[in-house]
Each structure stands twice: as structure tokens, then as C-alpha cells.
């Protein structure tokens, strides 16, 4: 069966502007994570949507939000972008039984000018 | 503040030498302990720990947990060229389905 499928896979923004970020999980998975990974941080969890509801934030700023939709695709916006945003995107998807075991799309590179 | 760190952070051995990875935890209602090889993009799934005590073995590779002085170690032996990756390391909580706290991870390196 089809794996976790994130798009775009690299884009690149200016600061200041805005970007929206795309994850269509494993079918029949319904939770859905983000993930932030820089060099220096390493992978910060940003936040967990199950049944279109979001579960649990990371902490990171309201320039960061998301969404899911009723398919389970999830989105994630950011804001205003700064430099620091520069990173790799990593969406999950996980299903009811194994919750824990998180299945990881190959990521969105987002760099920011 | 929960906390997973990871050691050594960097490791050069030759092909078909044994290592061994460490992983520490601090994290509050600690429910499991996951290990993750990334070679280039995707986390891929190795390892889900729970139990104290009890070794998980997959190939070459296994793990175990010891939940009284909280950390975790993976183990590989004979490694190949294609063990080449970082290796992390996640705690979860009993709160929280997904949401995992990473290690920084290990990045092996193996030499031919």
C-alpha cells in the first residue's frame, strides 16, 4: 500500500511570505504529525491532528498552524517566514492499533531566502 | 523538560565491525522507547520497546530497554556499508499518540 505522500518535496520562499505544506498519510491511518527537523534541533514535533481535531501542540508560534480534512490529508501553514524556518518537514501517520509507530513521509525541503 | 540524548553523536568503524548506540531518557509518563534508521529523507521504522529487559532482534540488529535506569541501546553487528545512516532515538508518552521527543541521533558511518 501507497506510503506517507508530502508535497511539495523542495520549495523556496522569501522572508515574509507564506507557505503551505501537503500530507496524504497511509490509507485508513487517521492520525497525522508533523515534525521539524533542523541540523541544530534535530526533530521537534510541531503537531498531531486525529478525526480532523488537533490532539497535541509543540512549541512553536501561531505562525505555525494546520489543519486535516476529513480524507485524513493534512496541511500545515507557515506564516510570515523567517530564516530560521529553513528546514526539513516531516509529516507521519500512524493507525489505531501501534499508535506510537509512526510511518514518515519523505518530507518537505522548505528553504527561505 | 523532557529530554532523549543520544551518544556517541558521530561513529566512523570499518565493514563488518559490531557497534553499539546509546540512547538516554528524561521524558514524564514515559510509555515507550522507538529507535529509527534515516539514510536520506524518511525515518524508517526499527524498533518499538515497552518492557524492560526483553531484546528485540531484527537481522543484525537489535535492541533493548531498561526502564530502571532509563535508557535504551542498539546494537549492530557485522555492519555493511548499507548500515550507513543516523540512527534515532524516540521516547513516547502515555499522553500524546504521536507526539515522540527525538535524540539528536547517531550518524554511523561505515567504512568499506
Known amino acids: 500500500k501507497a506510503g506517507v505522500t508530502q508535497t511539495p518535496r523542495y520549495l523556496i520562499k522569501t522572508r515574509g511570505q507564506q507557505v503551505t505544506l501537503s500530507c496524504s498519510p497511509i490509507s485508513g491511518h487517521r492520525s497525522v504529525s508533523w515534525y521539524q527537523q533542523t541540523p541544530g534541533q534535530g526533530l521537534q514535533f510541531l503537531f498531531e491532528?486525529?478525526?480532523?481535531?488537533?490532539?497535541n501542540k509543540g512549541n512553536f508560534p501561531g505562525r505555525f498552524s494546520g489543519r486535516q480534512f476529513s480524507n485524513s490529508r493534512s496541511e500545515m501553514n507557515v506564516s510570515t517566514l523567517e530564516l530560521g524556518d529553513s528546514a526539513l518537514y516531516l509529516c507521519?501517520?500512524?493507525?489505531?492499533?501501534?499508535?506510537?509507530?509512526?510511518?514518515f513521509g519523505a518530507g518537505s525541503r522548505l528553504t527561505v531566502l | 523538560e523532557d529530554k532523549v540524548v543520544q551518544s556517541p553523536l558521530s561513529l566512523v568503524v570499518h565493514e563488518g565491525d559490531t557497534v553499539t548506540l546509546n540512547c538516554s531518557y528524561e521524558v514524564t509518563n514515559f510509555r515507550s522507547l522507538l529507535w529509527y534508521k534515516q539514510e536520506k529523507k524518511a525515518p524508517t521504522f526499527l524498533f518499538m520497546l515497552?518492557?524492560?529487559?526483553i531484546e528485540k532482534k531484527s537481522g543484525r540488529l537489535s535492541s533493548i530497554l531498561d526502564k530502571k535506569e532509563l535508557f535504551s541501546i542498539l546494537n549492530i553487528t557485522a555492519t555493511q556499508t548499507g548500515d550507513s545512516a543516523v540512527y534515532l532515538c524516540?521516547?513516547?508518552?502515555?499522553?500524546?499518540?504521536?507526539?515522540?521527543?527525538f535524540g539528536q541521533g547517531t550518524r554511523l558511518t561505515i567504512n568499506p
Open positions: 507521519a501517520s500512524s493507525g489505531t492499533t501501534g499508535a506510537n509507530v509512526l510511518t
Open positions: 515497552t518492557s524492560s529487559g
Open positions: 491532528y486525529f478525526s480532523e481535531t488537533q490532539r
Open positions: 524516540a521516547a513516547a508518552q502515555l499522553q500524546g499518540a504521536q507526539k515522540l521527543v
